[in-house]
Structure formats: C-alpha cells, structure tokens
C-alpha cells in the first residue's frame, strides 16, 4: 500500500528565509510518479511538479527546487527567499499502479505561514 | 482553456438531509474524479471515472454516497443521508489520460453538516 508522510503540520517564518517542506513515502511499485501541489486560502489545488521515479535529477524553478532521494524515499520542497504570497498548505502526492487504476494518495499537508 | 467547474461552492446541511454536487470537467478530459477533503488532512479519493464507466470506487462510502457521470461529461455526486462527519470539501478533478499523471482540479465544495 502507498502511503506518504508530512511530519511537519505548520511552519512559520519570515520574509526572504528559505524554508524546506519535508515528504517521505512508501510504495512497493518501482515505477511511481510524485508530485506537490499547493493549496492556498482560496481552496483550489495548484499543480506545482510531477516527478516520475526514474528520474532524480534535483529540479529548480524559480525561487522553487525541490530534492528527490530514492534512497531515503524522499521528496523535498525548498523555497528561497519566501515571500508572503508563499502562504498556504502544500501537500505531497504519490501515484502508483498500473493501467487506468493509477490514483493519487496525498499526504496530510505542511501549512506554511510566511510572516511579513 | 476554462478550468474545471464545480457547484455550489458551499452548501449547509442538517444531519439526515440529503445533497448534491456538480462537476463540469475540462472539454476533451475522459477520466474524471471525485475527492473528499476533511479539514486539516489531504485530499482522498472517492470515485474515479474513465468516460461515463467506473474505474475505481472502492473507498466510496456506499450505503450513502452515490455518483454517475452520464453522458461521460458532467458528474454528479450525492450524499443521502448526510452524517456529521461528511463535513468536508468535495474536490473534482479531470483528466486528459487514464493514468491520472496530471490532475486538474475544481475549486471544490465545502459542506458542512450540521
């Protein structure tokens, strides 16, 4: 069974800091996608990076980068300098599973509180 | 492109009322989904759709939740009797591929049961 943890419920911290949102997963498929997705006050879930598991290249876009460990099962989001726009709960996903049953399992989110 | 629809975007209830929501995905996108988000955890999926066939229901609670998508196009969900714990916000999402590699979502229903 797939599963995906975000032990960090909230993070606060001030404008321009960096700060690194934390995803660890579990899955017995080799072949898996990850993905963060961002949702603001406003509700909607704002699609930020799919990654599939061959691929661990480390991804940088923007002010974004986030750091995939196949070895530690991990998927780590890292913002520079934050801005208070940055504000909102991130959640980390995971698909697995072949064929048309492929679904998303998303972990329980990081509320990420940019002070002004 | 318009993105996906979905209404009402509130709705209050009492307990043992029934309700319904809608969902118009993006044009052309064949796999549709329905996910409930209870506040402070993630999104968890309801029922997927590929056209107007079910793919997945297996977390779909039964005895009071139902959902079609006729015509393959718009879907609706309904709840009857509502409970006190189906407070939550109904997320549809639509997808161009079966594989759900790229999920576009509404901006969801937030229900409240009371």
């Known amino acids: 069974a797939q599963k995906v943890t975000q032990a960090q419920t909230e993070i606060s911290v001030v404008e321009k800091e960096d700060v690194t949102l934390d995803c660890v997963y579990e899955t017995r498929d080799t072949t898996y996608y990850l993905f963060w997705y961002k949702q603001p006050p406003s509700g909607e879930l704002v699609f930020l990076i799919r990654?599939?598991?061959?691929?661990?290249q480390n991804e940088i876009s923007g002010r974004y980068s986030w750091n995939f460990q196949k070895s530690t099962s991990s998927f780590n989001f890292t913002i520079t300098a934050s801005q208070v726009v940055d504000s909102a709960v991130y959640f980390c996903?995971?698909?697995?599973?072949?064929?048309?049953?492929?679904?998303?399992?998303f972990g329980s989110g990081t509320q990420l509180t940019v002070l002004p | 492109e318009a993105g996906v629809a979905q209404s009402p975007r509130y709705k209050i209830i009492e307990k043992r009322q029934s309700v319904a929501f809608w969902c118009n995905p993006i044009s052309g996108h064949a796999t549709l989904y329905w996910y409930q988000q209870i506040l402070g955890q993630g999104p968890k999926l309801l029922i997927q759709f590929q056209n107007n066939g079910v793919v997945d229901d297996s977390q779909l609670p039964k005895d009071r939740f139902s959902a079609e998508r006729l015509k393959g196009v718009d879907s609706t969900l309904k709840i009857q009797p509502a409970k006190l714990e189906d407070s939550a916000v109904y997320l549809c999402?639509?997808?161009?591929?079966?594989?759900?590699?790229?999920?576009?979502f509404g901006p969801g229903t937030r229900l409240t049961v009371l």
């Open positions: 996903a995971l698909s697995e599973g072949g064929g048309s049953a492929r679904q998303l399992t």
């Open positions: 990654r599939n598991s061959f691929d661990e």
């Open positions: 999402a639509s997808s161009l591929e079966p594989s759900g590699v790229s999920l576009d």
